[in-house]
């Protein structure tokens, strides 16, 4: 690829390091998403050239393997040859109108038809979009104004959903987020995970990762997701379950399949997008129709609905059909052994939880609960060094403790075999 006119292209400028150097001149951080600054882990964040199914390389032209897989988009592996010819044959027709397209309607079609309960929806380019239309329309349909969420629970960076949120938030050691207002987060109230809270007559809505997915893997006790539609249901408040991780990717119907609870609203996001910039939120008929124009709450977005985007979701979701859900979890299965096999010989403590084909790893005995738990875990500094010695051994996990591990469909025997030959090399490093 040409270097663009007036950057000079020496061989330096193409290492990571010096890549991350001129990004950092012009990119706060170096990076457009705080965790990929590599500010948990320590050292020089890897520059991505390419990646093809369950690998990437960087611009050194090092090969890892890959279980960061954009953060839950990748389920397919990286530039799936249908998602790619989806995405250049819509390219070729046009890549955004401002008026309705087929697609649009295709891609809504196939994902009420696989969620249970699930009636209409409205896309949107990401899934902090998905999660803050959502709130504003559990509070325009209630007329109530307090939402609850959980701590460790990440559903975007809206200014009312950052308190307590995962992932890049807990990375990043904030509470909360400078520029946030008091009042932005007034009418929210944050709970611990794991355990139903009260909810009130003034609550619009209760706002839940079905599996949290954003303090490393915290699974739903055996009767917290029941609990908290009985709790919702008796206040005449909304639940919402933020899916934008689990929605595809644990079922064919997501949580709510999985689980076999039925929230009044989901955010979707991640896999329905293939990669490319996609959210959606939806739920019952009723409720949708209070969003304009049919209602009052209002909600838009030039790009939502984007033809390519569009594209590359429906290629995605036909690609996923029972058989790859039984598939993806066999991958999981087996990487979760491994990764405790590992950890056992080396006698080094750490848990693996998973949830269908979603995994995590949290150094300490006990398997979190909450975040204060994963924070505990998190304490141990054990996550750092661990992620250095896999990266070194060529496999790339996410570069921050509070991030889950994400297989693909592409992830082989033979990648699976190699990831856990690294982690017993690497457990023992840590021994
Ligand atoms: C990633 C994520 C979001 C935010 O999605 P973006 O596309 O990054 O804005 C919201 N909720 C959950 C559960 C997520 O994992």
């Known amino acids: 690829m040409a270097e663009p006119p007036g950057i000079a292209a020496g061989d330096a400028e193409l290492t990571n390091a010096g890549l991350f150097e001129r990004a950092c001149a012009v990119l706060p951080g170096g990076v457009n ?221 997501g949580a709510t399949e999985f689980y076999g609870v039925r929230p009044d609203l989901w955010c979707f996001g991640k896999v329905i997008g293939g990669g490319l910039p996609v959210g959606a939120f939806g739920g019952g008929r009723e409720l949708m129709g209070h969003l304009a124009p049919l209602g009052g709450v209002y909600q838009a977005g030039t790009l939502s609905g984007n033809p390519l985007a569009t594209a590359a979701g429906l290629a995605t979701l036909a690609a996923l059909d029972g058989s790859a859900y039984e598939r993806l979890e066999a991958i999981a299965v087996k990487l979760a052994a491994g990764l405790e096999g590992a950890f056992g010989a080396s006698g080094v403590d750490a848990v693996v939880p998973r949830v269908g084909s979603l995994l995590g790893l949290f150094f300490g005995d006990g398997m979190p609960r909450n975040f204060d738990e994963a924070a505990a875990s998190v304490a141990s500094g054990l996550y750092a060094p661990f992620f250095q010695a896999m990266l070194r051994r060529g496999v790339a996990l996410a570069p921050g403790p509070y991030e889950a591990i994400f297989v693909s469909l592409a992830h082989s025997e033979a990648d699976i075999d190699a990831t856990i030959t690294a982690a017993t090399e690497a457990a023992a490093e840590l021994a």
């Open 33 to 253: 998403s705080p965790v990929r600054a590599f500010g948990s882990v320590g050292g020089t964040p890897y520059f991505v050239a390419r990646g093809q199914g369950a690998h990437v390389w960087d611009a050194e032209g090092n090969r890892y393997i890959d279980y960061v897989q954009s953060y839950g988009p990748g389920i397919l592996g990286h530039a799936p040859a249908a998602v790619i010819g989806a995405v250049v044959a819509a390219a070729a027709d046009g890549t955004s109108f401002g008026a309705p397209t087929e697609r649009e309607v295709r891609l809504a079609t196939e994902m009420c038809a696989r969620v249970p309960g699930l009636e209409m929806l409205r896309l949107v380019s990401s899934g902090t979009e998905a999660a803050m239309s959502a709130v504003r329309l559990a509070r325009g349909a209630t007329g109530r104004n307090k939402i609850v969420k959980f701590a460790g629970c990440y559903h975007g960076h809206s200014d009312s959903l950052l308190a307590a949120g995962g992932s890049g938030v807990a990375n990043q050691g904030l509470s909360g987020c400078d520029g946030v207002t008091p009042g932005a987060v007034a009418d929210t109230v944050v709970a611990p995970y794991n355990v139903v809270p009260d909810v009130d007559g003034d609550t619009a809505a209760v706002l839940v990762e079905p599996v949290a997915a954003n303090m490393g893997l915290v699974a739903p006790a055996e009767g917290f997701l029941e609990g908290l539609r009985a709790a919702c249901d008796r206040a005449g408040a909304l639940l919402v379950f933020d899916e934008v991780i689990t929605g595809f990717r644990l079922a064919c119907g």
